[in-house]
Protein backbone atom coordinates (compact mmCIF):
# COMPACT_ATOMS: atom_id res chain seq x y z
CA UNK A 1 0.00 0.00 0.00
CA UNK A 2 2.80 1.96 1.09
CA UNK A 3 4.56 1.84 -2.15
CA UNK A 4 1.46 2.08 -4.19
CA UNK A 5 1.19 5.38 -2.92
CA UNK A 6 4.42 6.46 -3.16
CA UNK A 7 4.33 5.73 -7.14
CA UNK A 8 0.99 7.61 -7.27
CA UNK A 9 2.87 10.75 -5.73
CA UNK A 10 5.47 10.59 -8.31
CA UNK A 11 3.22 10.06 -11.41
CA UNK A 12 0.93 12.96 -10.02
CA UNK A 13 4.36 15.18 -9.63
CA UNK A 14 5.69 14.17 -13.34
CA UNK A 15 1.93 15.19 -14.36
CA UNK A 16 2.15 19.02 -12.45
CA UNK A 17 5.70 19.14 -13.82
CA UNK A 18 5.12 18.30 -17.07
CA UNK A 19 1.91 20.73 -16.93
CA UNK A 20 3.67 23.60 -15.57
CA UNK A 21 6.58 23.07 -18.68
CA UNK A 22 3.52 23.26 -21.26
CA UNK A 23 2.39 26.34 -19.82
CA UNK A 24 5.17 28.01 -20.04
CA UNK A 25 6.11 26.63 -23.78
CA UNK A 26 2.01 28.11 -24.32
CA UNK A 27 2.96 31.31 -23.08
CA UNK A 28 6.34 31.33 -25.32
CA UNK A 29 4.48 30.94 -28.37
CA UNK A 30 1.55 33.36 -27.33
CA UNK A 31 4.88 35.88 -27.72
CA UNK A 32 5.89 34.75 -30.88
CA UNK A 33 2.84 34.82 -32.06
CA UNK A 34 3.00 38.77 -33.24
CA UNK A 35 0.10 39.41 -35.59
CA UNK A 36 -2.50 38.02 -34.00
CA UNK A 37 -1.80 39.32 -30.29
CA UNK A 38 -0.23 42.30 -30.68
CA UNK A 39 -3.64 43.26 -32.23
CA UNK A 40 -5.78 41.98 -29.60
CA UNK A 41 -3.18 43.50 -27.19
CA UNK A 42 -3.93 47.31 -29.09
CA UNK A 43 -7.68 46.43 -28.98
CA UNK A 44 -7.35 45.76 -25.29
CA UNK A 45 -5.05 48.93 -24.79
CA UNK A 46 -7.45 51.23 -26.63
CA UNK A 47 -10.26 49.65 -24.45
CA UNK A 48 -7.88 50.80 -21.33
CA UNK A 49 -7.36 53.97 -22.34
CA UNK A 50 -10.77 55.09 -23.12
CA UNK A 51 -11.94 53.89 -19.91
CA UNK A 52 -8.85 55.67 -17.92
CA UNK A 53 -9.63 58.99 -20.12
CA UNK A 54 -13.23 59.09 -18.90
CA UNK A 55 -12.30 58.39 -15.51
CA UNK A 56 -9.74 61.29 -16.00
CA UNK A 57 -12.52 63.45 -17.10
CA UNK A 58 -15.07 62.15 -14.86
CA UNK A 59 -12.51 63.25 -11.97
CA UNK A 60 -11.31 66.40 -13.48
CA UNK A 61 -14.74 67.77 -13.47
CA UNK A 62 -15.87 66.87 -10.33
CA UNK A 63 -12.58 68.20 -9.16
CA UNK A 64 -13.19 71.68 -10.62
CA UNK A 65 -16.90 71.49 -9.56
CA UNK A 66 -15.96 71.09 -5.89
CA UNK A 67 -12.66 73.45 -6.44
CA UNK A 68 -15.09 76.18 -7.25
CA UNK A 69 -17.65 75.16 -4.58
CA UNK A 70 -15.03 74.96 -1.95
CA UNK A 71 -12.81 77.89 -2.94
CA UNK A 72 -13.81 81.24 -1.79
CA UNK A 73 -14.16 83.99 -4.32
CA UNK A 74 -10.04 84.92 -5.15
CA UNK A 75 -9.37 88.72 -3.86
CA UNK A 76 -7.29 91.40 -5.47
CA UNK A 77 -3.70 91.84 -4.32
CA UNK A 78 -2.83 94.07 -2.15
CA UNK A 79 0.09 96.44 -4.18
CA UNK A 80 3.17 96.20 -2.23
CA UNK A 81 4.86 98.88 -1.06
CA UNK A 82 7.64 98.61 -4.25
CA UNK A 83 4.91 99.03 -6.48
CA UNK A 84 3.69 102.15 -4.54
CA UNK A 85 6.91 103.67 -5.04
CA UNK A 86 7.20 102.59 -8.74
CA UNK A 87 3.64 103.80 -9.63
CA UNK A 88 4.70 107.38 -7.43
CA UNK A 89 8.08 107.47 -9.51
CA UNK A 90 6.21 106.62 -12.73
CA UNK A 91 3.97 109.92 -12.38
CA UNK A 92 6.65 111.63 -11.06
CA UNK A 93 8.67 111.20 -14.11
CA UNK A 94 5.96 111.83 -16.44
CA UNK A 95 5.59 114.96 -14.43
CA UNK A 96 9.31 115.87 -15.05
CA UNK A 97 9.29 115.35 -18.12
CA UNK A 98 6.14 117.50 -19.66
CA UNK A 99 7.95 119.89 -16.92
CA UNK A 100 10.94 119.65 -19.14
CA UNK A 101 10.10 119.80 -22.40
CA UNK A 102 7.69 123.19 -21.24
CA UNK A 103 10.89 124.66 -20.29
CA UNK A 104 12.16 123.16 -23.26
CA UNK A 105 9.63 125.24 -24.80
CA UNK A 106 9.70 128.44 -23.44
CA UNK A 107 13.22 128.71 -23.79
CA UNK A 108 13.56 128.38 -28.00
CA UNK A 109 12.29 131.89 -29.21
CA UNK A 110 8.77 132.22 -30.55
CA UNK A 111 7.47 135.08 -32.78
CA UNK A 112 4.08 134.48 -31.67
CA UNK A 113 4.96 135.46 -27.94
CA UNK A 114 6.84 137.98 -29.08
CA UNK A 115 3.81 139.39 -30.69
CA UNK A 116 1.85 138.93 -27.86
CA UNK A 117 4.07 140.82 -25.83
CA UNK A 118 4.24 143.88 -27.94
CA UNK A 119 0.80 144.25 -27.63
CA UNK A 120 0.89 144.03 -23.84
CA UNK A 121 2.59 148.10 -24.15
CA UNK A 122 0.92 148.92 -27.67
CA UNK A 123 -2.76 148.35 -27.08
CA UNK A 124 -4.86 147.87 -29.93
CA UNK A 125 -2.33 150.31 -32.03
CA UNK A 126 0.87 148.89 -33.70
CA UNK A 127 3.16 151.28 -32.09
CA UNK A 128 4.50 151.52 -27.98
CA UNK A 129 4.05 154.80 -27.28
CA UNK A 130 5.50 157.31 -24.35
CA UNK A 131 3.00 155.74 -21.96
CA UNK A 132 3.54 152.11 -23.02
CA UNK A 133 7.55 153.07 -22.99
CA UNK A 134 6.64 153.93 -19.37
CA UNK A 135 4.94 150.61 -18.52
CA UNK A 136 7.74 148.66 -20.62
CA UNK A 137 11.00 150.15 -18.58
CA UNK A 138 9.20 150.03 -15.26
CA UNK A 139 8.42 145.81 -15.71
CA UNK A 140 12.51 145.22 -17.40
CA UNK A 141 13.71 147.35 -14.24
CA UNK A 142 15.16 150.29 -16.16
CA UNK A 143 14.69 154.04 -16.00
CA UNK A 144 13.99 155.56 -19.33
CA UNK A 145 17.18 158.17 -19.23
CA UNK A 146 19.29 154.86 -18.63
CA UNK A 147 21.61 154.29 -21.57
CA UNK A 148 20.69 150.72 -21.95
CA UNK A 149 17.36 152.21 -23.18
CA UNK A 150 19.66 153.70 -26.23
CA UNK A 151 21.64 150.94 -26.97
CA UNK A 152 17.99 148.51 -27.16
CA UNK A 153 16.95 151.17 -29.26
CA UNK A 154 19.61 150.98 -31.40
CA UNK A 155 19.59 147.23 -31.67
CA UNK A 156 15.69 147.42 -32.64
CA UNK A 157 16.92 150.12 -35.24
CA UNK A 158 14.29 152.22 -33.54
CA UNK A 159 13.92 155.40 -35.51
CA UNK A 160 12.09 157.57 -33.44
CA UNK A 161 12.56 158.23 -29.28
CA UNK A 162 9.81 157.38 -26.85
CA UNK A 163 8.40 154.85 -30.09
CA UNK A 164 9.15 151.63 -30.88
CA UNK A 165 7.02 150.18 -33.78
CA UNK A 166 5.85 146.66 -34.47
CA UNK A 167 8.40 145.80 -37.30
CA UNK A 168 11.21 147.11 -35.03
CA UNK A 169 10.19 145.12 -32.12
CA UNK A 170 9.73 142.33 -34.07
CA UNK A 171 12.89 142.60 -35.76
CA UNK A 172 15.06 143.72 -32.43
CA UNK A 173 13.82 141.15 -30.17
CA UNK A 174 14.01 138.19 -33.08
CA UNK A 175 17.48 139.49 -33.13
CA UNK A 176 18.14 139.26 -29.17
CA UNK A 177 16.12 136.25 -28.97
CA UNK A 178 13.73 137.84 -26.43
CA UNK A 179 10.34 137.31 -26.75
CA UNK A 180 9.51 137.97 -22.47
CA UNK A 181 10.02 140.74 -19.91
CA UNK A 182 12.23 137.99 -18.08
CA UNK A 183 14.31 137.03 -21.10
CA UNK A 184 15.06 140.44 -21.95
CA UNK A 185 16.27 141.43 -18.36
CA UNK A 186 18.43 138.63 -18.46
CA UNK A 187 20.03 140.27 -21.40
CA UNK A 188 20.41 143.88 -20.19
CA UNK A 189 23.85 142.96 -18.95
CA UNK A 190 24.82 142.21 -22.68
CA UNK A 191 23.34 145.16 -23.65
CA UNK A 192 25.43 147.02 -21.64
CA UNK A 193 28.74 145.36 -22.43
CA UNK A 194 28.29 146.86 -26.09
CA UNK A 195 29.42 149.60 -24.81
CA UNK A 196 32.86 148.77 -23.95
CA UNK A 197 33.30 147.52 -27.56
CA UNK A 198 34.87 150.46 -29.20
CA UNK A 199 33.35 150.08 -33.03
CA UNK A 200 29.75 149.01 -31.31
CA UNK A 201 30.02 152.09 -28.83
CA UNK A 202 31.21 154.34 -32.16
CA UNK A 203 27.80 153.00 -34.03
CA UNK A 204 26.02 153.25 -30.94
CA UNK A 205 27.30 157.27 -30.44
CA UNK A 206 26.69 158.25 -34.37
CA UNK A 207 23.11 156.57 -33.93
CA UNK A 208 21.88 158.35 -31.09
CA UNK A 209 21.97 161.59 -32.98
CA UNK A 210 19.61 160.30 -35.51
CA UNK A 211 17.50 159.04 -32.80
CA UNK A 212 17.20 162.15 -30.95
CA UNK A 213 16.80 164.77 -33.09
CA UNK A 214 13.46 166.06 -34.55
CA UNK A 215 13.09 164.38 -37.81
CA UNK A 216 12.39 167.30 -39.84
CA UNK A 217 16.05 168.97 -38.37
CA UNK A 218 19.39 168.32 -39.98
CA UNK A 219 20.86 169.39 -36.56
CA UNK A 220 20.41 167.98 -32.98
CA UNK A 221 19.17 170.97 -30.43
CA UNK A 222 21.34 172.00 -27.60
CA UNK A 223 19.49 170.69 -24.62
CA UNK A 224 18.85 166.96 -25.93
CA UNK A 225 22.58 167.40 -27.14
CA UNK A 226 23.97 167.82 -23.47
CA UNK A 227 21.92 164.91 -22.34
CA UNK A 228 22.67 162.63 -24.92
CA UNK A 229 26.32 163.58 -24.67
CA UNK A 230 26.28 163.06 -20.52
CA UNK A 231 24.73 159.87 -21.35
CA UNK A 232 27.46 158.48 -23.43
CA UNK A 233 30.37 160.07 -22.34
CA UNK A 234 29.68 161.43 -19.18
CA UNK A 235 31.16 158.37 -17.49
CA UNK A 236 34.10 157.00 -20.21
CA UNK A 237 35.40 161.05 -20.68
CA UNK A 238 37.16 162.94 -18.03
CA UNK A 239 36.82 166.21 -19.23
CA UNK A 240 32.79 165.94 -20.36
CA UNK A 241 32.02 168.34 -16.76
CA UNK A 242 34.37 170.85 -18.48
CA UNK A 243 32.75 170.54 -22.05
CA UNK A 244 29.57 170.50 -20.66
CA UNK A 245 30.07 173.97 -18.96
CA UNK A 246 31.41 175.13 -22.16
CA UNK A 247 28.40 174.31 -23.77
CA UNK A 248 26.00 176.13 -20.71
CA UNK A 249 27.97 179.18 -21.27
CA UNK A 250 28.35 179.27 -25.21
CA UNK A 251 26.07 180.53 -27.79
CA UNK A 252 25.65 177.56 -29.60
CA UNK A 253 21.83 176.74 -29.97
CA UNK A 254 21.87 173.38 -32.03
CA UNK A 255 24.89 170.48 -33.25
CA UNK A 256 25.44 169.48 -36.30
CA UNK A 257 26.54 165.70 -37.20
CA UNK A 258 29.40 166.44 -38.13
CA UNK A 259 30.48 168.56 -34.61
CA UNK A 260 28.57 165.58 -33.69
CA UNK A 261 30.93 163.14 -34.71
CA UNK A 262 34.04 165.47 -33.98
CA UNK A 263 33.50 165.37 -30.56
CA UNK A 264 33.47 161.76 -29.61
CA UNK A 265 37.45 161.52 -31.88
CA UNK A 266 38.38 164.50 -29.41
CA UNK A 267 37.10 162.75 -26.47
CA UNK A 268 39.46 159.73 -27.59
CA UNK A 269 42.16 161.02 -28.62
CA UNK A 270 43.50 164.50 -27.31
CA UNK A 271 45.35 164.27 -23.50
CA UNK A 272 43.12 165.19 -20.71
CA UNK A 273 46.20 168.65 -20.80
CA UNK A 274 45.32 169.32 -24.32
CA UNK A 275 48.81 169.12 -25.02
CA UNK A 276 48.44 167.21 -28.16
CA UNK A 277 45.49 169.50 -29.62
CA UNK A 278 46.17 171.53 -32.91
CA UNK A 279 43.84 174.06 -34.26
CA UNK A 280 41.78 171.87 -37.44
CA UNK A 281 39.53 174.39 -38.35
CA UNK A 282 36.48 172.88 -36.29
CA UNK A 283 34.60 175.82 -34.87
CA UNK A 284 32.93 174.09 -31.60
CA UNK A 285 36.25 172.61 -30.62
CA UNK A 286 38.73 175.48 -31.35
CA UNK A 287 36.66 177.75 -29.43
CA UNK A 288 36.41 174.89 -26.44
CA UNK A 289 40.40 174.72 -26.25
CA UNK A 290 40.43 178.54 -26.02
CA UNK A 291 37.78 178.53 -23.32
CA UNK A 292 39.37 175.89 -21.11
CA UNK A 293 42.55 177.27 -21.02
CA UNK A 294 41.72 180.80 -20.50
CA UNK A 295 39.72 178.89 -17.46
CA UNK A 296 43.35 177.70 -16.45
CA UNK A 297 44.77 180.65 -16.07
CA UNK A 298 42.65 182.35 -13.94
Known sequence: MHSDA??????????????????????????????EDVGQDDHQTGESLSKIRRIGSLRSCSSSDCFSKVMPPRKKRRPAAGDDLSAKKSRHDGKYDSTRIKAEEEEVFSSKRCLE?????????????PEGMEKFCEDIGVEPENVVMLVLAWKLDAQNMGYFTLQEWLKG?????????EKLRN??????SLLNEPTNFKLIYRYAFDFAREKDQRSLDI???????????????SLFPVFHQFLEQSKYKVINKDQWCNV???????NLDLSNYDEDGALLLDEFVEWYKGKQMT
Not at 18 to 30: E, M, P
Not at 228 to 236: D, F, I, N, Q
Open 6 to 35: AAVNFQLNSHLSTLANIHKIYHTLNRLNLT
Open 117 to 129: WFYEYAGTDDIVG
Open 173 to 181: MTSLQCDTT
Open 187 to 192: SLDYLR
Open 223 to 237: NTAKCMLGLLLGKAW
Open 264 to 270: LEFSRTI
